[in-house]
């Protein structure tokens, strides 16, 4: 099949057919492949922070739970080097907002927050994956267009052509 495309065309239009089969090739690697795997990145951070959010969720329903009493925890001052904390009052607590800022609020007032930024960012990872499903959409749609450039068919309409025969 492939023999008797090349031999319908022209002979010069072979190499300008391999220098446009290259381009596509260099635009999914370079473009559409760069840009899921950035989008992909993206959402996986996401999904990291909405992590750290419920395992703060947990440790106020916990703190709750122990009721109002002296807290002793091990605080990471950082490189893993470790020092015991002593909190008189845990009733309030700093939690991170973003930007680097922390406020202190009630565990109540941190759970309303908490779940507001899970929810926020559930729809952030929504939408993260549908454009990544869109990319991948792309790719396969120039995919599909260097098979027909190639002219290739697609080894489902082959395996269909070849079962109807076998039918006959």
């Known amino acids: 099949n492939r023999n008797r495309n090349m031999m319908a065309r022209p002979a010069g239009s072979a190499g300008c ?9 260099a635009f999914i690697n370079d473009v559409l492949r760069r840009d899921l795997r950035a989008v992909v990145e993206q959402r996986d951070r996401l999904y990291e922070k909405m992590s750290h959010y419920l395992q703060l969720k947990n440790a106020i329903q916990s703190l709750e739970e122990a009721g109002p009493q002296q807290l002793k925890a091990d605080v ?4 893993s080097f470790f020092v015991q904390a002593r909190v008189n009052d845990p009733s309030r607590i700093l939690v991170l907002v973003g930007f680097g800022f922390f406020v202190e609020m009630s565990h109540q007032e941190a759970l309303r927050f908490i779940d507001k930024k899970t929810n926020q960012l559930t729809l952030f990872t929504e939408q993260l994956t549908k454009d990544a499903a869109k990319i991948k959409a792309h790719i396969r749609m120039v995919l599909e267009g260097l098979r027909e450039l190639q002219g290739l068919e697609e080894l489902s309409d082959v395996c269909r052509k070849s079962a109807a025969a076998a039918q006959l």
């Open 76 to 79: 990471d001052l950082g490189c």
């Open 17 to 25: 057919l391999d220098q446009k089969v290259l381009q596509y090739e």
